[in-house]
């Protein structure tokens, strides 16, 4: 029978190869959002119209109704049940704040980060435990895969047209953090956002790649955090470009939190720690001086009227609530993760949080 059927069936009429010449996809093969498979997607939030407008989204500024976002989803593979999910994560891109634009036309390799929280992980299956920030469990791939899929079709944000960054990043195809709150010693990062704990939510972060850290020595929390504040102090872009203030995401491993959190500190004392700590010296950062980047007169004079210079030193970011702090991965092994940020606030996106319905 399937022989026969491969005999019969030709390229053209092939819908995954339609789909590539069509230019709809990722890169990767799409499943065909065919009307059952979308209606079934629009069932898995039946709360919303399907005509409902839950944004504009740029670069092209696109309409994002319930109906298009949902024929995304289904091509990225996800499950009805991630769909108010999905819709969350729509909602935080059309938020200005985010500047969607921005993040998807500059050379930088950046990419919608999504942390999740609350219940909505256990419905869906998300995984937060073990290679929490890899492959192998479909709504950690899907849902992230959707938001790309969304930006393109919707967004108008397709590679070599209007997406041009220099190198990019596996990040651009689906980039995913469930916080892992059984095991994390703190309440759960949403509730710092202004959700419940039996709220569910989601937060888009406009970030880099992930950079791993590696610490089975330290017992202290602050031993553990010198070793993670000498990897974020390497700046955004060069290691010079402290004047563009990233926030960034650190991501702990549960040994790692634990370690922290029995000496007392809070996510509060690991974000205050870190901004007072990492720093650079004003003549690292000179231009000319060990590298053609640095710190120009006029950002160094901005730098100080704004407090950012102590002794000489330049601190790399703004406030501690620059720095998101998030409790992920697999309860053995003492790795971290941070993950840079595009540039902040006022010069680029702030990190946006938006509910999810179930």
């Known amino acids: 029978m399937a022989t026969a059927a491969a005999d019969t069936l030709t390229l053209a009429d092939d819908p995954i190869e339609q789909l590539f010449e069509r230019g709809v996809t990722d890169g990767l093969p799409a499943v065909p959002p065919t009307r059952e498979r979308v ?157 419940t704990q039996d709220e569910s939510a989601i937060t888009l972060f406009a970030g880099g790649g992930p950079q791993q850290i590696s610490d089975f020595q330290s017992r202290s929390a602050e031993q553990l955090m010198y070793s993670v504040g000498l990897t974020m102090g390497g700046g955004l872009w060069n290691y010079k470009n402290y004047p563009l203030f990233g926030d960034t995401i650190l991501v702990l491993s549960p040994e790692h939190a634990q370690v922290i959190a029995a000496d007392g500190w809070s996510r509060t004392d690991v974000r205050q720690f870190l901004y007072e700590q990492v720093t650079r010296a004003i003549d690292d950062l000179r231009p000319g001086d060990k590298g053609g980047e640095g710190f120009g007169a006029s950002l160094l004079n901005a730098a100080e009227k704004g407090g950012f210079v102590v002794n000489d030193r330049v601190r790399k970011f703004r406030s501690p609530d620059s720095i998101l702090v998030v409790v992920a991965g697999g309860t053995a092994g003492r790795f971290s993760v941070t993950i840079p940020g595009w540039v902040a606030d006022d010069l680029g996106s702030t990190p946006v949080s938006k509910k999810i319905a179930l």
């Open 39 to 195: 209606e079934r997607m629009l069932a898995g939030a039946p709360d919303r119209a399907r005509d409902d407008l839950i944004g504009v989204l740029g670069p092209c500024y696109g309409e994002a109704t319930v109906e298009r976002v949902a024929v995304n989803a289904v091509m990225a593979g996800c499950a009805p049940t991630y769909f108010p999910v999905v819709l969350a994560g729509v909602e935080a891109l059309c938020d200005e704040r985010l500047c969607a634009h921005g993040m998807n036309v500059t050379l930088f390799s950046a990419a919608p980060w999504a942390i999740i929280n609350g219940p909505a992980r256990l419905h869906i299956g998300l995984n937060c435990g073990h290679n929490a920030l890899g492959h192998g469990f479909r709504p950690n791939a899907t849902i992230g895969r959707a938001l790309r899929l969304t930006i393109m079709n919707i967004g108008g944000a397709r590679p070599h047209e209007l997406t041009k960054a220099t190198m990019g990043q596996p990040g651009q195809y689906s980039a995913i953090i469930g916080e892992n709150e059984e095991d994390s010693p703190w309440p759960p990062f949403h509730t710092e956002r202004g959700f």
